[in-house]
C-alpha cells in the first residue's frame, strides 16, 4: 500500500495536499492489528522511501515527513515555506 503521493509534484503541491496526506497515513497505520506488525514497518519504510524519492532537496523531505509522524507542526512548514 502507497500514500498518494504522484512522484512529479513540486513542493508547492505537496505542501497543499500534506494535511490529507498525513490523514491518509494515520489512517493506515490505525488499520494494521498488532498481529501485522511487520506489514506496518514495511508500510512506515515505503512511505519514507516515497517522500525522500521527491526531486526536492534533503530538508524539504526531512520537514515532510515530520509534518506526517506529528514532529513537526504544518502551520511551522509553512512559515519556512513562505520564508524563503
Given amino acids: 500500500m502507497k500514500l498518494g503521493i504522484n512522484p512529479n509534484w513540486n ?5 497543499s495536499q500534506l494535511k490529507a496526506l498525513k490523514r491518509e497515513y494515520h489512517h ?5 492489528s498488532y498481529f501485522h506488525l511487520h506489514d506496518k514497518v514495511l508500510f512506515i519504510t515505503e512511505t519514507k522511501k516515497q517522500i525522500y524519492s ?7 523531505c526531512d520537514r515532510i515527513w515530520e509534518v506526517i509522524n506529528n514532529d513537526f507542526s504544518y502551520n511551522e512548514l509553512l512559515e519556512i515555506k513562505n520564508r524563503r
Fill in 11 to 15: 513542493y508547492n503541491q505537496i505542501t
Fill in 54 to 60: 521527491l526531486n526536492f532537496e534533503k530538508w524539504k
Fill in 28 to 32: 493506515v497505520l490505525a488499520s494494521f
